[in-house]
């Protein structure tokens, strides 16, 4: 179970966590669960087409019940299924309780969150998930704010895998551009 965030708002770890998430799902056949978890904006459901996911009830049905099936062996949760219904996150021990059904459906667990700057609730994530991966947007994410982040992250407690360097253009210089 590993959560993917970034330090904005805006900052890419939606469509970072999908590609990850096809990609480890075409090269396995195991089960593989991407969740939605950024509850005020739900970037990840919209990379997919899901407007709207059904609530998360706590009558005695498998996790995965709550999820839509993407591929083969890909399925999406929405916000709903670590949230309340004020958009906000359970409090830890009901995450940890939650991601402890999600760990006996689902090989892998890909959490979407939103950025560190934004709440806390990428660090909250992070505690309870297996590791975590920082985005950092290239030209956009100032290497002061993603350093004040990823600090914020070691005191609490987070382990973090690394980092991704996203929207990182090659630009190819003008004489080399030229002999093409």
């Given at each position: 179970q590993v959560?993917?965030?970034g330090v904005d708002g805006e900052n890419g770890s939606s469509s970072?966590?999908?590609?990850?998430?096809?990609t480890l799902a075409g090269n396995s056949s195991r089960q593989v669960c991407l969740i939605d978890a950024n509850v005020r904006s739900p970037r990840l459901s919209a990379i997919f087409g899901v407007d709207k996911m059904t609530p998360f009830s706590t009558d005695k049905v498998s996790a995965r019940e709550h999820c839509l099936q993407i591929e083969d062996n890909?399925?999406?949760?929405?916000?709903?299924?670590?949230?309340?219904?004020n958009r906000v996150l359970m409090?830890?021990?009901e995450l940890k309780?939650?991601?402890a059904q999600l760990r006996d459906e689902f090989e892998?667990?890909?959490i979407d969150a939103p950025g560190t700057s934004v709440c806390g609730d990428a660090q909250l994530?992070?505690?309870?998930?297996d590791a975590a991966i920082l985005v950092i947007e290239a030209n956009s994410t100032r290497r002061l704010t993603a350093r004040k982040a990823k600090e914020a992250l070691d005191a609490a407690g987070v382990r973090l895998l690394g980092t991704v360097l996203y929207d990182r253009t090659f630009?190819?210089?003008?004489k080399l551009y030229r002999r093409l």
């Amino acid at each position: 179970q590993v959560v993917i965030f970034g330090v904005d708002g805006e900052n890419g770890s939606s469509s970072i966590c999908a590609d990850a998430g096809r990609t480890l799902a075409g090269n396995s056949s195991r089960q593989v669960c991407l969740i939605d978890a950024n509850v005020r904006s739900p970037r990840l459901s919209a990379i997919f087409g899901v407007d709207k996911m059904t609530p998360f009830s706590t009558d005695k049905v498998s996790a995965r019940e709550h999820c839509l099936q993407i591929e083969d062996n890909l399925w999406l949760a929405g916000p709903s299924l670590l949230a309340n219904n004020n958009r906000v996150l359970m409090p830890i021990c009901e995450l940890k309780e939650r991601l402890a059904q999600l760990r006996d459906e689902f090989e892998y667990v890909l959490i979407d969150a939103p950025g560190t700057s934004v709440c806390g609730d990428a660090q909250l994530l992070g505690q309870v998930a297996d590791a975590a991966i920082l985005v950092i947007e290239a030209n956009s994410t100032r290497r002061l704010t993603a350093r004040k982040a990823k600090e914020a992250l070691d005191a609490a407690g987070v382990r973090l895998l690394g980092t991704v360097l996203y929207d990182r253009t090659f630009p190819i210089p003008e004489k080399l551009y030229r002999r093409l």
